[in-house]
């Protein structure tokens, strides 16, 4: 089918339209052996196919008051052996820690074990509604109060929010009690309008603080990779509602004069935000109540590893300190002497009055406590003490193999992630995504690239503590042939790359300047353009 | 620890490589203070695979599943048959250890299946374009609000009391630290509202929920013409998404954004989440759209392939100008939709909406010739409201000591609103059997008696 006016394989071959720009496969279908092309479902209409038997609905007489029955949607019709077939051969054209080291820098890709999924799904919790009462839900609710005992035991902080759904979310969550804090102590946030974010933060640090109506002022970075304490002193005064800091910070580094910033921050009457996606890597070693911060999200995929599913669910508790605990969104579990409840309103009689409402619906993310619990409990005080040791030692191992062919980015020790850049790549007409797609043909995901902005060409690589001596030094061998090879002058091998794929480099110039973000039948598009 | 790979002598050899006498100078960052030089106290330690997994099914055996008991709780979740071909191909590694589609080379198949989910969603709200999802229906909500604010440049929201008292908490939320204005208008039990009477000038949106919380479906399309006669967007959220088989769609009746929860489809109840947020709107307003978008394109040889695309909108790039701080979406949760909904079809998501429609046909049938019951709502789709005799709380935690999951007490989430004590929500899906609405039936007259 060739529905979207594109080259068809066999064009693409050149054994009908003469396409000679790919001869690639040399194949009628397309498909090279177990790589196969696959149709978007909607190109595999049988109509009237169900892949579901569902029974004839009873005839009833219809209360659908004034509304009426829609007409045809345009779902198309397939069976269920064509359906397992179109998904299966889609999941093999993607990549995932399952297949391979995934060193993206600050996503922290570790393996994530299948325990966790069949405790997720055991109907105890995967079959429970959020409004079933609170007696029928003993069990979850004393899950929710036991992670909750962990994260805060872990950063000694004493309170949890645990309802946001992800990072991004934890952030807005932990910014909303800063500011609610503020209201509460000051009267109001009118004076108190600035949120200092230092340059190398995360994309979503200064969105989150513009999100709860603060302004942002930026902080540079010094020499070492580190904020700029002068900086950041200079900037400190009455106007200053929070700082929201990195640590350990984008570089990979550990923000050494952390006490001493959070003892000026809080000098200065404003509260300290840590971004908490880094906390792998220094969870049992650092609690970050001791660092002086008010307020840090935990990434439960990132410290406690619960899959990613090509980009979500997250979840993202948030700990507090006791400046801030009683700021924080419904509902939440309290434990008292007849078991665990939620306090789901202000009108609540365990309300503190203090809470600032909902963030999302419903109790937070339970399949994700349930799989972060998994985790934490296998591996323990102990174990996750080990977890970091294992992270930041496989980061410098790393940090130390390569830093004779490509330019490490600061000086070490790092910790969970290897920051390097293009330096060493100068003259050779090579850059950072090239390299990276040269990368993939030798079976590898890409570090993240460009990231922080702090440097140029930035390759953030974080192996993770999953991973063994022996994954680190066959990635190593990878790393130090290419960096080799573009220093020889073989550019080429880079400007093609990657030549393996499913796909070969897409345009995605072309995709954004006519976004095409659904498929429209082949009548529809035709009418359009008449 | 079976999950860390590294030996004692890996170690010793990688701290030789490094050229430190051991991972503790690889800390000496930290502050001194900050230290730690042993597992933290008041922690276990670490337990085998056989032991985590008494303790957390131990936890589990606490609760009791909605479905091994007649059950009829809705208000927001609701519990669908899922095929056994999702659960099994979400599971797929490839799919669920993938992160984010930085790389298209190397994840075609989660771009693929995302702009198969964009597709599916636009179909069935009757849009033009949707995003990627979001974390759930009641943050859409409050994305879609702030997304209006930005087109029309006013900070005025109106919202039905209808509309699922969830999304207007976390729209008021929002609007409490974002700066809007929220106009929430009361409860709407028996569907009397007048909403276009609330829009001003300044009125940014309107957001109503269809069916409403309390039961009603309506046709917008008069509130649509009026909203947008005074500038306004008209925001249509639906907290059952499977209605989406058998009415009108909002897209057809007017709306500018549709938010939606998409639990029903693919995904289980899990005690509220995680969840996935839909999101749609009209053409003209797709570089307003906060969330993650997948676009079709070519690559270096024309073939057809899918890049995230339209990212100039996002925080990564925006920081503080972004359209919103949501970085992630609910990946997993939109391929078990996507798969669902493909295994259904037009026959099969129209056939599943229908049995639904009609199960709660026959229920309210049989729940309002009890004695002390009366069904309130004048339309529904498979949920309504019904008033009893007794607070409705206390009625359902007598049918749960009886073994039945009976609905979902309005004062749960209308706490203090004496008015509303006396309402239940009840909701029937396929799942549900004449022996679960016998017993429903019976435990309602005894509760009442």
């Known amino acids: 089918m060739n529905t979207q006016g594109r080259k068809t394989h066999v064009d693409a071959l050149g054994v009908e339209g003469g396409g000679a720009a790919s001869a690639a496969a040399g194949t009628i279908s397309g498909n090279r052996a177990l790589m196969l092309e696959e149709p978007l479902i909607f190109e595999q209409d049988s109509p009237g196919t169900t892949g579901v038997d569902l029974p004839k609905p009873p005839a009833v007489k219809s209360r659908l008051g004034a509304v009426r029955e829609r007409g045809r949607i345009g779902l198309p019709g397939l069976s269920e052996p064509e ?31 299948r325990l966790n999924e069949k405790l997720a799904r055991l109907p105890g919790f995967s079959d429970i509604h959020p409004l079933q009462p609170e007696r029928t839900v003993q069990g979850a609710l004393e899950l929710i109060d036991t992670l909750a005992h962990w994260l805060k035991t872990l ?41 200092l974010v230092p340059e190398s933060a995360h994309g979503t640090n200064p969105a989150t603080a513009a999100a709860c109506g603060f302004t942002v002022d930026a902080i540079p970075a010094d020499a070492t990779g580190r904020v700029d304490v002068e900086a950041l002193k200079a900037k400190l005064g009455d106007d200053v509602a929070a700082i929201m800091l990195t640590n350990p910070n984008t570089c990979g580094l550990f923000e050494r004069d952390i006490v001493e910033i959070a003892e000026a921050v809080h000098a200065a009457g404003a509260y300290f935000y840590c971004d908490g996606a880094n906390f792998n890597a220094i969870v049992g070693r650092v609690r970050p109540a001791d660092l002086g911060i008010d307020a840090m999200h935990i990434n439960l995929h990132k410290t406690f590893s619960t899959p990613h599913g090509g980009g979500g669910p997250g979840s993202g508790p948030v700990v507090l300190s006791d400046a801030l605990a009683k700021f924080v969104p419904l509902p939440y579990v309290v434990h008292g ?37 998994a985790y934490i409990l296998s591996h323990g005080a102990d174990g996750l003490r080990q977890v970091a040791s294992d992270a930041v030692l496989n980061a410098n191992y790393v940090m130390a193999s390569l830093g004779d062919v490509m330019t490490p980015s600061f000086e070490g020790p790092c910790m969970h992630e290897a920051l390097f850049d293009d330096r060493f790549l100068k003259g050779t007409g090579v850059t950072t995504l090239d390299f990276a797609k040269a990368m993939i043909d030798e079976g590898y995901h890409p570090m993240t690239m460009y990231f922080p902005l702090v440097v140029h060409g930035a390759f953030l690589i974080e192996p993770t503590e999953t991973e063994s001596k022996q994954s680190l030094d066959a990635f190593i061998r990878v790393m130090r042939g290419l960096a080799e090879r573009a220093k020889s002058g073989d550019a080429d091998h880079f400007l093609g790359a990657p030549r393996m794929t499913p796909r070969r480099r897409l345009d995605e110039t072309g995709a954004a300047r006519k976004p095409v973000l659904r498929w429209v039948p082949e009548v529809e598009r035709r009418e359009a353009a008449e | 620890m079976r999950y860390l790979p590294l030996t ?82 979400i599971q797929r590694g490839e799919f669920l250890t993938s992160y984010t589609p930085y790389q298209p080379e190397v994840t075609q198949g989660t771009l693929q299946y995302l702009f198969e989910f964009q597709t599916q969603v636009a179909l069935i709200t009757g849009m033009d374009v949707a995003n990627a999802s979001l974390y759930d229906g009641a943050t859409s909500c409050a994305e879609a609000v702030m997304m209006a604010n930005r087109v029309t440049r006013r900070s005025r929201a109106v919202l039905s009391g209808g509309l699922h008292p969830h999304y207007r908490d976390v729209t008021a939320t929002n609007a409490r630290f974002h700066g809007f204005e929220v106009v929430a208008a009361p409860a709407d039990a028996e ?117 995230l695309t339209l990212s100039t909108r996002e925080q990564h790039i925006r920081r503080e100008k972004a359209t919103s701080n949501i970085c992630t979406n609910s990946g997993l949760c939109a391929l ?60 359902v935690n007598k049918l749960a000591k009886a073994g039945i999951l009976g609905g979902v007490p309005v004062s749960r989430l209308y706490p203090g609103d004496e008015a509303l004590a006396d309402l239940l929500l009840v909701a029937a899906t396929e799942t549900n059997t004449d022996a679960d609405m016998d017993a429903l039936a019976s435990g309602l007259k005894e509760a009442l008696s």
């Open chain 2, 336 to 395: 078990a939709f996507t798969i669902h909904m493909s295994l259904l079809g037009e026959e099969g998501f129209g056939r599943l909406a229908r049995i639904n429609h009609a199960k709660a046909v026959q229920l309210a049938d049989r729940l309002d010739a009890l004695k002390g019951v009366e069904v309130v709502s004048d339309s529904f789709f498979n949920e309504f409201a019904v008033r009893l005799k007794k607070p409705a709380a206390k009625v």
């Open chain 1, 337 to 373: 002497p007849d078991g665990f409840s939620l306090v789901e309103s202000g009108a609540d009689e365990d309300s503190s009055g203090k809470e600032f409402g909902r963030l999302k619906g419903f109790h937070g993310q339970m399949g994700m406590f349930v799989r972060a619990l």
């Open chain 2, 8 to 89: 004692e002598a890996d170690r010793r050899s990688m701290l030789a490589t490094i050229g430190v006498p051991s991972v503790d100078s690889l800390f000496r960052d930290v502050p001194e203070s900050a230290r730690l030089a042993a597992p933290i106290e008041g922690l276990a330690p670490h337990a085998g695979e056989m032991e985590v997994e008494r303790m957390i099914a131990g936890m589990a055996a606490k609760n009791v599943a909605a479905g091994s008991v007649p059950s009829f709780l809705g208000a927001g979740a609701y519990r669908h048959h899922v095929p056994a071909a999702v659960d099994h191909l």
């Open chain 1, 155 to 195: 950063t000694g902080m004493p309170a949890v929010a645990m309802s946001p759904a992800a990072g991004a979310h934890g952030e807005l969550c932990g910014m909303m009690s800063i500011r609610a804090a503020i209201e509460d102590r000051d009267g109001s946030t009118s004076r108190r309008r600035r949120v």
């Open chain 2, 191 to 307: 569907g009397k509202e007048d909403l276009a009477a609330l829009v001003d000038d300044k009125t940014s949106c309107v957001v109503v929920q269809n069916p409403g919380f309390f039961g009603q479906v309506r046709d917008l399309t008069d509130l649509a013409a009026a909203v947008h006669a005074k500038g306004a967007l008209l925001i249509v959220a639906v907290a059952e998404v499977v209605s989406l088989g058998l009415l009108t769609p909002p897209g057809e009746m007017g709306a500018d954004i549709v938010v939606a929860e998409g639990q029903s489809i693919g995904n289980a109840l899990n005690f509220g989440g995680p969840y996935v947020g839909l999101f749609a709107t009209r053409d003209k307003y797709v570089r307003h759209m906060p969330g993650r978008l997948t676009g079709q394109t070519v690559d270096a040889e024309g073939r057809r392939g899918w890049v």
């Open chain 1, 83 to 113: 359906v397992i077939r179109h998904y299966t051969r889609l999941s093999q054209k993607n990549f995932a820690i399952d297949s391979g080291l995934y060193p993206l820098g600050s996503c922290t890709m570790k393996h994530n074990p």
